[in-house]
């Protein structure tokens, strides 16, 4: 049972017992304090003084001074902050002892006056009829907490939304965001829709899925892990552009970059390539952060990065390379990379999951020694086709997939190539993905054949690409852990002390 602060029952009770509604509905108010402190601004006393006009607002009492028969307080909307100056000749001796001597910090207020400054110029509402709106009876965290323990903040994002501003300015600038993305794409003839988050066969990418049951039908379903392969069904029903803002589900760890549930933008483009794509997501990055915090110029944890300046274009062997120091043929050798990682890592000599592939050891490689060096915006390209099981083969190079991912800040923000749409060739792939979960892999992806059947009808040349929405946000607001832009993120259950994040994940699937 959940133990109410009992000073704070006290006073409940008591205002109850003058006959006051302590928790009323009807309230109405006409103007915000902002618009308040619109109607004030600039005007001195004298001004004020004739002014008839009378304001009704309400909002969160964050303030409060008593001085003896007046006082004054600060109430809190979704729009800002503003002052009331409270008499007791002005509300009545009742409201005043009943009322305004019995609120505490954390209450809503209802008050109705006139427009006022004080001496020293600060605008205020000289009220003339004060209610409570709403009771606390919780007893706000001390300063540290509140504002500085990210556990607390995270566990209880109702109280960090009215105490922490900062907190309440990323998660409108996250609105925003939402809302410039989806701005951009319908400029761009992108028709939005809609795909299941209930699926029969959980695909379109490699994670590990959530698992549910449906009784009626009495079947196991998935939370959908991506919206991929429905949304390519309808480019070959003839929706040849298209894109969907999503909530996709894995069952993975937690960590500073992953949530196992997340948003991501994705969006599938006819008669287009991955190098339209590549062009397209600098356009998208740009708008957005000119939109969102009005330049192209972001700071990211200790990085200064410039989204208005072309974005680097990079193979991902040129880079694994460079920054291993394993020259052009090593990277294309699995047993030069193997002795590579062992000299280094000797404990690893007999580690069974150590990867035999040359794609395997490219995600190991590019993982340790390249993500974390991308601090500014790049597109790693040309991936083997062996991690690539979606993407279509280079014509020039089979080896390798038409695939791109965008890092910025160190994290992946975006994956994106042309679509296989040989259903023959996909086909096959599925088959050696459903080897691969045969043989213990189980973030490899099941074969989906009703896809197959899709493709069959023909698929036209596409390109399509995936956003993370909330690494977008932590971008575009400076947060440097995803928890602080998901509104309420997945943590351990509450045993009676702080909140624990779940055990972390390796950054492996794109995320939001």
Request: proline share 5%; charged share 25%.
């Amino acid at each position: 049972m959940y133990e109410f602060e009992e000073k704070r029952l006290e006073k409940l009770a008591a205002m109850r017992a003058a006959g006051l509604a302590v928790y009323p509905h009807g309230l109405r108010t006409t103007h915000s304090t902002a618009e308040v402190e619109a109607l004030i601004a600039g005007r001195g006393a004298e001004a004020l003084a004739t002014d008839s006009t009378e304001v009704v607002l309400a909002g969160r009492l964050m303030f409060k001074n008593e001085m003896g028969k007046a006082g004054f307080a600060r109430v809190q909307d979704a729009f800002g902050r503003m002052q009331l100056y409270v008499r007791k000749n002005d509300v009545g001796e009742t409201t005043f002892d009943d009322v305004w001597k019995k609120l505490d910090l954390g209450d809503h207020v209802w008050a109705r006056g006139r427009l006022m400054v004080t001496k020293t110029g600060e605008p205020s509402v000289h009220v003339t009829e004060l209610r409570l709106a709403a009771k606390c009876i919780a007893s706000l965290p001390d300063k540290w907490k509140g504002l500085s323990d990210a556990e607390y903040r995270n566990r209880h994002r109702y109280v960090d939304l009215f105490v922490n501003p900062e907190s309440r300015e990323t998660f409108l600038r996250r609105s925003r965001v939402v809302r410039a993305v989806r701005d951009f794409f319908e400029a761009r003839g992108f028709f939005e829709v809609e795909t299941p988050m209930l699926q029969a066969i959980p695909g379109g990418a490699v994670a590990r899925p959530f698992v549910t049951h449906h009784n009626a039908l009495d079947m196991p379903l998935y939370m959908r892990i991506a919206p991929e392969l429905f949304l390519k069904r309808l480019v070959v029903g003839g929706m040849e552009k298209v894109f969907e803002i999503n909530r996709n589900f894995r069952n993975e760890g937690v960590s500073t970059r992953h949530n196992p549930e997340f948003t991501m933008l994705e969006f599938y483009w006819a008669y287009a390539t991955w190098q339209d794509l590549m062009d397209l997501s600098e356009a998208l990055l740009r708008e957005v952060a000119q939109k969102v915090t009005g330049g192209t110029a972001l700071t990211w944890g200790e990085h200064q990065i410039d989204v208005g300046q072309p974005f680097r274009r990079w193979r991902m062997s040129e880079a694994i390379s460079e920054r291993t120091g394993l020259s052009a043929e090593a990277v294309l050798d699995p047993a030069a990379m193997r002795t590579f990682w062992i000299e280094r890592f000797p404990k690893d000599a007999k580690n069974p999951k150590l990867p035999t592939t040359l794609g395997k050891w490219y995600e190991w490689l590019f993982d340790e020694y390249v993500e974390g060096e991308l601090v500014q915006p790049t597109f790693i390209t040309h991936f083997p086709a062996e991690i690539s099981p979606l993407s279509r083969r280079s014509d020039e190079d089979p080896a390798v997939a038409e695939r791109f991912e965008l890092y910025v800040g160190g994290i992946e923000l975006g994956n994106g190539f042309n679509e296989l749409n040989d259903p023959l060739d996909q086909q096959d792939r599925f088959l050696g993905q459903v080897a691969a979960r045969d043989g213990g892999d189980d973030e490899a992806m099941y074969f989906d054949a009703d896809y197959i059947k899709a493709l069959s009808f023909g698929m036209p040349p596409t390109a399509g690409e995936g956003i993370g929405i909330d690494r977008l946000v932590m971008l575009m607001t400076g947060q440097t852990s995803i928890r602080d832009v998901v509104l309420f993120p997945t943590l351990r259950p509450d045993r009676g002390g702080a909140a624990e994040a779940a055990p972390p994940a390796a950054d492996k699937a794109p995320q939001g």
